[in-house]
């Protein structure tokens, strides 16, 4: 899959099958109109691409509100890529975009991808004010020789998949119904950094991952979690998420001690991927309660991994 970080130049030459949309998660529901997208382009014989924008445009026009991530950049290509589409455009969005007319932005973007059919959620709208929305979008493709499609929101278990939905089960912790929705694992990546190292005097030394600061993290608790390292190993870990209420109710962090594992981690990148909610995070008494709950985590844990 072919990657761009504008508008490509030189335009394209041959006629493509357009997605636009911030695509956070690229959940079921994003994953279904994709492939139909797809479908239909083969049929017609031209290229399937997705213009997707970075920084999600609610970060900017809303900077008061929350806009933890739920996937990023780099993550979100991969899974375009899996799905087989044939390029990518990331739009770099900025205030200058959110006030360009509908139109106009349209233009641009049939001038350089030969965009012939566009293809976006049934509540998508983009431009100034969002004027831009499905209705508005079919009277410019009428003027300008492209077609606009949608399709149905995608249920699964007779709820409808939404970021918003899976952000919001990722904040109580329920991090199963999330993946299904997600139609994979939820997970969070970045370096292994130095921590305080009290897990190492416990017996179960942790890797402290340094999450970056917009990503969106399950609500505090103790989980059992795959840990991908970048040699392609894939270890079943414990996971905790929160501010260590036994010691010093400090930063909120990701901690995760890898089952049979020993080796030095610093520096190194790490994925951890949430596959159950064990508990919540609690205090303990004395070290010696702390670590026998840590021993009934990572047996609970070796017992969900070797079943899920």
């Excluded at 335009?11 to 997605?19: D, E, F, I, V």
């Excluded at 089960?169 to 292994?192: E, H």
């Excluded at 609500?219 to 414990?238: F, H, I």
């Excluded at 949430?274 to 047996?299: G, K, S």
């Amino acid at each position: 899959m072919r990657t761009y970080h504008a508008l490509p130049e030189p335009p394209l030459h041959t006629a493509c099958n357009l997605a636009i949309g911030n695509f956070d998660g690229v959940h079921l529901g994003h994953q279904a109109l994709l492939r139909a997208m797809s479908e239909d382009a083969a049929r017609a014989g031209r290229q399937a691409g997705v213009l997707t924008f970075d920084p999600h445009p609610a970060a900017l026009l809303r900077p008061d509100r929350d806009h933890s991530y739920l996937t990023t950049t780099p993550e979100r290509l991969a899974v375009f890529a899996a799905l087989g589409l044939d390029f990518t455009v990331v739009y770099p969005f900025s205030l200058e975009t959110a006030a360009t007319p509908a139109a106009e932005f349209i233009a641009q973007v049939q001038q350089t991808t030969q965009m012939a059919a566009l293809w976006v959620g049934p509540d998508f709208a983009l431009g100034r004010n969002r004027e831009g929305d499905v209705p508005a979008l079919r009277a410019i493709g009428e003027a300008r020789g492209y077609s606009v499609h949608t399709i149905e929101p995608f249920q699964l278990r007779g709820e409808e998949v939404r970021s918003g939905r899976i952000r919001s089960y990722l904040l109580a912790g329920d991090v199963q119904t999330a993946s299904r929705q997600l139609d994979r694992l939820y997970q969070v990546s970045g370096p292994v950094v130095m921590g305080a190292q009290r897990g190492r005097t416990l017996g179960f030394p942790t890797a402290n991952l340094a999450v970056p600061q917009q990503r969106l993290l399950p609500a505090n608790g103790v989980y059992a979690t795959w840990a991908l390292l970048e040699d392609g190993q894939r270890l079943a870990s414990v996971t905790n998420v929160g501010v260590r209420p036994s010691f010093d109710n400090g930063q909120r962090t990701v901690e995760s001690y890898l089952l049979d594992f020993e080796g030095n981690l610093y520096g190194r990148p790490l994925t951890v991927q949430f596959a159950a909610r064990l508990r919540p995070e609690q205090r303990f008494a004395n070290i010696e309660a702390l670590a026998a709950q840590i021993r009934q985590d990572a047996a609970a844990a070796r017992q969900i991994l070797a079943t899920g």
